[in-house]
Structures are given as C-alpha cells and as structure tokens.
Nanobody, 125 residues
C-alpha cells in the first residue's frame, strides 16, 4: 500500500508561484514513476507532469512546459511541483499519483495506482 498526501495549495494572483509537495508512505517509493494531475471544475482530470523513478527525466504537459518543474527526493519519499507564472487557467485541484508498475512514463490516469486526496490551487486574475 502507498499513501500520498499533498500540500502547498492555496489562493494566489496571476503571475505568482506555488510549490506543491507530495509525501509518500510505504515501501518502494524510489521505484515508482510519480505524476501530477489536475482537475478543474466541470472538466476531466488531466495529466500535468511526471518524473521517472530516478528523477533524471521529467515530462510536462505543453501548457505548463517552462513554467512548472518537477523534482523528487527518494531519501525523503517526497515529490514536488514548482509552479511559476501561474495563470487563472491553472486553477484546479492538483493530485499526486504513483505508478508502481509501468516501466515508462504514462500520461493516462488509469496507469497510476495510488492517488492523494488533492490540494486546491486557485489563481485569480
């Protein structure tokens, strides 16, 4: 079993930054691909970014490329999402997710086995 707990969400203005964190419990964290997804009101959950088990490679959805940065600390069982230049369209509930079985990064939510409870990010214009 893997438990994921997100933190760091909040209300900010356009152009501001936020850093989301996700703490994982359970064994095997250092072997998992970790993803961030978001879901805005009335929209489907969408993939935002993922990072490989070793933290060497990170992948980003086009709209956040260059603004968001993923990182992980396998010693502390944590992953982070640094979000800069936030825009109102970034408003959503952000979820941390773990893919415990795939060898390659997936953008599909159903490939991720464990999910956090989500943290709200609201960006005002």
């Amino acid at each position: 079993q893997v438990q994921l707990v997100e933190s760091g969400g909040g209300l900010v203005q356009a152009g501001d930054s936020l850093r989301l964190s996700c703490a994982a419990s359970g064994r095997g964290f250092r072997n998992y691909i970790m993803g961030w997804f978001r879901q805005a009101p009335g929209k489907e959950r969408e993939w935002v970014a993922s990072i490989t088990w070793d933290g060497v490679n990170a992948y980003y959805e086009d709209s956040v490329q260059g603004r968001f940065t993923r990182s992980r600390d396998n010693g502390k069982n944590t992953v982070s999402l640094q979000m800069n230049s936030l825009q109102p369209e970034d408003t959503a509930v952000y979820y941390c997710a773990a893919d415990t079985t795939s060898l390659y990064v997936s953008q599909r939510s159903y490939d991720y086995d464990y999910w956090g409870q989500g943290t709200q990010v609201t960006v005002s214009s």
